[in-house]
């Protein structure tokens, strides 16, 4: 296992991260240096793969920030400041293998961004201590126990989500279907405006055709785009809905097949 005691270089000058005694699904880092207080580094999901417990998250404070939150003066803070911040940082690999991050918005305990220089302290700190973890020989213990604690709650998450895309599709779809008349409607009454137009001009006739807000013309494009949308829309929802249930069903496989669960079966054949 590679030292407990990391030093990470950042632009406030160099950080000191301790690592504590894993717990079964997470290390606690405390900062010494350029920063005091603590990270938290846990297992969890690809964020591409929600079924592939194969990334670490990092988090600013003593605790899963995803489960919990942490008291304000238990927050990380710069050494010479009293601010503390929250946020977080996801490793995981890419198709190729390259290590790639991704930067949970961070912010300090009164909800105002950090400076640039700040926040690029944080994500060193962040990317220092889940580097760390994910070279660890005790990483598959982590992401194992990681994936027992958070398997519960993503399938339920999972299950509501393919609920919810199905249902938009749906009402995506009777929406396109409902402006089709309307869109119509609005053409006919174009048409019928310029006739009138040619045969006797008339400004209120040059407000309806002309393109500009509440008139005809604006009315069917809004009408046109409300139709071309809406099923592009919908579309989309449809194929998401088989890409989490299929999502659903790997993770549930993974968890619980082994103990013949029932929770896996129900998910196999929705």
């Not at 991050?101 to 300090?108: D, N, T």
């Not at 299950?159 to 053409?187: C, D, F, I, N, Y």
């Not at 006739?195 to 008339?202: D, T």
């Not at 040059?206 to 409300?226: H, V």
Request: hydrophobic letters at 35%; proline letters at 6%.
């Amino acid at each position: 296992m590679t030292s407990p005691i990391l030093t990470i270089d950042t632009p406030a000058g160099p950080v000191r991260a301790t690592a504590g005694h894993r717990d079964a699904d997470s290390v606690v880092f405390e900062l010494g240096g350029a920063m005091r207080g603590s990270v938290h580094v846990t297992g969890t999901t690809d964020p591409h793969r929600w079924d592939q417990f194969t990334a670490v998250r990092a988090c600013l404070g003593p605790v899963n920030s995803y489960k919990t939150t942490a008291p304000d003066e238990d927050l990380p803070r710069l050494a010479r400041s009293r601010t503390g911040y929250h946020g977080s940082l996801t490793l995981y690999r890419d198709d190729t293998g390259r290590p790639e991050v991704s930067v949970y918005p961070m912010s300090s305990a009164d909800d105002r961004p950090p400076s640039e220089k700040t926040a690029a302290v944080l994500t060193a700190v962040l990317r220092g201590c889940a580097e760390h973890v994910a070279q660890r020989a005790d990483l598959l213990a982590i992401l194992d126990a990681s994936r027992q604690r958070d398997t519960t709650g993503l399938l339920r998450f999972l299950t509501g989500s393919v609920a919810h895309h199905q249902a938009e599709a749906v009402r995506l779809e009777r929406e396109a279907r409902s402006a089709l008349p309307a869109r119509k409607a609005a053409e006919a009454a174009w048409r019928t405006a310029a006739r009138w137009l040619a045969a006797s001009p008339h400004p209120v006739l040059l407000l309806m055709l002309a393109d500009r807000t509440g008139s005809l013309t604006q009315e069917i494009r809004g009408l046109r785009w409300w139709g071309l949308r809406r099923p592009t829309s919908a579309r989309l929802n449809r194929l998401t809905a088989p890409f989490e249930r299929t999502s659903r069903a790997r993770l549930c496989a993974l968890s619980c097949c082994s103990a013949s669960s029932s929770c896996c079966t129900h998910a196999l054949r929705t």
